[in-house]
Protein backbone atom coordinates (compact mmCIF):
# COMPACT_ATOMS: atom_id res chain seq x y z
CA UNK A 1 0.00 0.00 0.00
CA UNK A 2 1.18 3.37 -1.06
CA UNK A 3 1.98 5.78 2.13
CA UNK A 4 2.95 9.68 2.19
CA UNK A 5 4.53 11.80 4.75
CA UNK A 6 4.32 14.88 3.77
CA UNK A 7 7.94 17.38 5.72
CA UNK A 8 8.35 20.72 5.74
CA UNK A 9 8.97 24.12 8.29
CA UNK A 10 5.78 24.67 9.92
CA UNK A 11 6.71 28.47 10.36
CA UNK A 12 7.41 30.57 7.23
CA UNK A 13 7.51 34.44 7.18
CA UNK A 14 5.58 36.52 4.69
CA UNK A 15 6.99 36.76 0.67
CA UNK A 16 9.06 34.03 1.15
CA UNK A 17 9.45 30.45 -0.28
CA UNK A 18 7.60 27.40 1.10
CA UNK A 19 8.77 24.16 0.08
CA UNK A 20 7.59 21.34 1.61
CA UNK A 21 8.62 17.44 0.14
CA UNK A 22 6.47 14.11 0.16
CA UNK A 23 8.17 11.15 0.45
CA UNK A 24 6.55 7.86 -0.52
CA UNK A 25 7.00 4.63 -0.11
CA UNK A 26 5.06 1.20 -1.12
CA UNK A 27 4.83 2.60 -4.60
CA UNK A 28 6.91 3.99 -7.05
CA UNK A 29 6.27 8.21 -8.09
CA UNK A 30 7.45 6.90 -11.59
CA UNK A 31 3.99 4.61 -12.12
CA UNK A 32 2.69 5.86 -15.38
CA UNK A 33 -0.93 4.96 -14.05
CA UNK A 34 -0.34 7.00 -10.70
CA UNK A 35 -0.72 11.26 -9.96
CA UNK A 36 0.96 12.79 -7.42
CA UNK A 37 -0.70 15.77 -6.16
CA UNK A 38 -0.51 18.83 -3.24
CA UNK A 39 -3.67 19.60 -1.74
CA UNK A 40 -4.52 22.00 0.79
CA UNK A 41 -7.21 23.50 3.70
CA UNK A 42 -7.04 27.16 4.37
CA UNK A 43 -9.47 28.68 6.65
CA UNK A 44 -10.59 31.26 3.83
CA UNK A 45 -10.76 28.39 0.60
CA UNK A 46 -11.36 25.17 2.27
CA UNK A 47 -9.71 22.40 0.43
CA UNK A 48 -7.89 23.18 -2.49
CA UNK A 49 -6.58 21.48 -4.77
CA UNK A 50 -2.86 22.95 -5.54
CA UNK A 51 -1.47 20.67 -8.41
CA UNK A 52 0.71 17.33 -9.16
CA UNK A 53 3.04 15.82 -11.05
CA UNK A 54 2.29 12.75 -12.86
CA UNK A 55 4.63 9.63 -13.26
CA UNK A 56 5.94 10.53 -16.23
CA UNK A 57 6.99 13.88 -14.81
CA UNK A 58 4.29 15.81 -16.52
CA UNK A 59 2.54 19.33 -14.30
CA UNK A 60 -0.20 20.76 -13.68
CA UNK A 61 -0.99 23.53 -11.71
CA UNK A 62 -4.37 25.29 -10.20
CA UNK A 63 -4.70 28.58 -12.55
CA UNK A 64 -5.17 31.04 -9.65
CA UNK A 65 -2.14 29.72 -8.41
CA UNK A 66 0.10 28.62 -10.98
CA UNK A 67 2.40 31.66 -11.11
CA UNK A 68 3.36 30.77 -7.54
CA UNK A 69 3.21 27.15 -7.33
CA UNK A 70 5.76 24.38 -8.44
CA UNK A 71 5.36 20.90 -8.46
CA UNK A 72 8.69 18.79 -9.01
CA UNK A 73 10.35 15.44 -8.34
CA UNK A 74 13.09 13.44 -7.39
CA UNK A 75 13.08 10.07 -8.76
CA UNK A 76 16.22 8.82 -6.77
CA UNK A 77 14.79 9.77 -3.44
CA UNK A 78 11.43 8.40 -4.53
CA UNK A 79 9.66 12.18 -3.32
CA UNK A 80 8.20 15.04 -4.68
CA UNK A 81 8.01 18.91 -3.99
CA UNK A 82 5.85 21.44 -3.53
CA UNK A 83 7.40 24.99 -3.97
CA UNK A 84 5.11 28.39 -3.41
CA UNK A 85 6.31 31.58 -3.55
CA UNK A 86 5.49 34.98 -1.99
CA UNK A 87 3.50 33.39 0.83
CA UNK A 88 0.97 35.98 2.75
CA UNK A 89 -1.19 34.70 5.52
CA UNK A 90 -4.03 33.24 3.50
CA UNK A 91 -1.20 30.89 2.81
CA UNK A 92 -1.56 29.36 6.00
CA UNK A 93 -3.05 25.59 6.52
CA UNK A 94 -2.49 22.17 6.42
CA UNK A 95 -0.59 20.68 3.32
CA UNK A 96 -1.26 17.27 2.08
CA UNK A 97 0.10 15.15 -0.42
CA UNK A 98 -2.06 12.77 -1.99
CA UNK A 99 -1.88 9.82 -4.91
CA UNK A 100 -3.90 8.12 -7.20
CA UNK A 101 -5.33 7.04 -10.74
CA UNK A 102 -6.21 10.21 -11.55
CA UNK A 103 -5.84 13.83 -10.21
CA UNK A 104 -9.71 13.72 -9.08
CA UNK A 105 -9.33 10.63 -7.55
CA UNK A 106 -6.63 10.61 -4.67
CA UNK A 107 -6.64 7.02 -2.76
CA UNK A 108 -3.82 7.62 -0.52
CA UNK A 109 -3.34 10.35 1.33
CA UNK A 110 -0.61 12.03 3.79
CA UNK A 111 -1.25 12.87 7.42
CA UNK A 112 -0.55 16.60 6.39
CA UNK A 113 1.31 19.49 7.78
CA UNK A 114 0.48 22.63 9.15
CA UNK A 115 1.92 25.52 8.00
CA UNK A 116 1.87 28.99 9.03
CA UNK A 117 2.33 32.12 7.30
CA UNK A 118 3.47 34.60 10.19
CA UNK A 119 6.32 37.47 10.64
Known amino acids: QVQLQESGPELVRPSQTLTLTCTVSGGSITTATHYWSWIRQTPGKGLEWIGYITGSGKTYGLTSLKSRAAVSRDTSKNQFTLQLQSLTSEDTGKYYC???????????WGQGTQVTVSS
Open 98 to 108: ASGPSAARLDY
